[in-house]
């Protein structure tokens, strides 16, 4: 049997449509999430849900990168920067106690490279309870608060040179002491 030749023209040129749409989509996309800025301001004011029923008040100046950036209903992480220090904080499940949690964070530290002292209680504004105090890696310097809420772990890092952690100290220990956990229904 013999095919048309139309129908033949007719398959090679939807093939290419095709092709041509597929490579639109593989090239045109990452051009526009690369056109796209990673840095968004957020309102200086106002509850940031960070994930895991956790929520913080940004500190003024401070912009979120949403690359990093990932709020889920069981967990989250925030990546703030403000100038050249970033502010991070991660919520995970944790059924653990205050020690377990604190060393959690020690082996992410070590893992690169870094020491992690045994800090200082802590307590936010609200009443969750934690430990601070500082960590150093080869390369940067850093603050570091771990608080426990029902079935999570709020890990708070830190990190710049001596010199802009100093300069943001403030602001940014404010912003800590906003952290508020919600249990979700």
């Given at each position: 049997?013999?095919?048309?030749?139309?129908?033949?023209?007719?398959?090679?040129?939807?093939?290419?449509?095709?092709?041509?749409?597929?490579?639109?989509?593989?090239?045109?996309l990452?051009?526009?999430?690369?056109?796209?800025?990673?840095?968004?301001?957020?309102?200086?004011?106002?509850?940031?849900?960070?994930?895991?029923?956790?929520?913080?008040?940004?500190?003024?100046?401070?912009?979120?990168?949403?690359?990093?950036?990932?709020?889920?209903?069981?967990?989250?992480?925030?990546?703030?920067?403000?100038?050249?220090?970033?502010?991070?904080?991660?919520?995970?499940?944790?059924?653990g106690?205050?020690?377990?949690?604190?060393?959690?964070?020690?082996?992410?530290?070590?893992?690169?490279?870094?020491?992690?002292?045994?800090?200082?209680?802590?307590?936010?504004?609200?009443?969750?309870?934690?430990?601070?105090?500082?960590?150093?890696?080869?390369?940067r310097?850093?603050?570091?608060?771990?608080?426990?809420?029902?079935?999570?772990?709020?890990?708070?890092?830190?990190?710049?040179?001596?010199?802009?952690?100093?300069?943001?100290?403030?602001?940014?220990?404010?912003?800590?002491?906003?952290?508020?956990?919600?249990?979700?229904?």
């Amino acid at each position: 049997m013999r095919v048309a030749r139309g129908r033949l023209l007719q398959n090679a040129a939807a093939s290419v449509c095709i092709l041509l749409a597929l490579v639109a989509i593989a090239v045109g996309l990452p051009a526009i999430d690369q056109a796209l800025p990673a840095e968004r301001a957020v309102p200086p004011h106002l509850p940031y849900e960070v994930g895991g029923g956790v929520t913080v008040v940004p500190p003024a100046g401070a912009v979120l990168d949403v690359t990093r950036t990932r709020p889920t209903a069981r967990q989250g992480t925030a990546l703030f920067v403000l100038g050249r220090v970033r502010y991070v904080i991660v919520v995970a499940p944790f059924g653990g106690d205050l020690d377990g949690a604190v060393d959690r964070l020690r082996r992410k530290v070590a893992n690169a490279d870094g020491q992690l002292d045994a800090g200082l209680p802590a307590t936010t504004g609200t009443g969750l309870a934690g430990r601070q105090g500082a960590y150093t890696t080869p390369d940067r310097a850093g603050r570091y608060a771990v608080f426990l809420a029902p079935d999570v772990s709020i890990e708070v890092t830190v990190s710049g040179t001596e010199t802009e952690l100093a300069q943001t100290e403030a602001v940014i220990g404010a912003s800590i002491g906003t952290v508020t956990y919600q249990e979700r229904m």
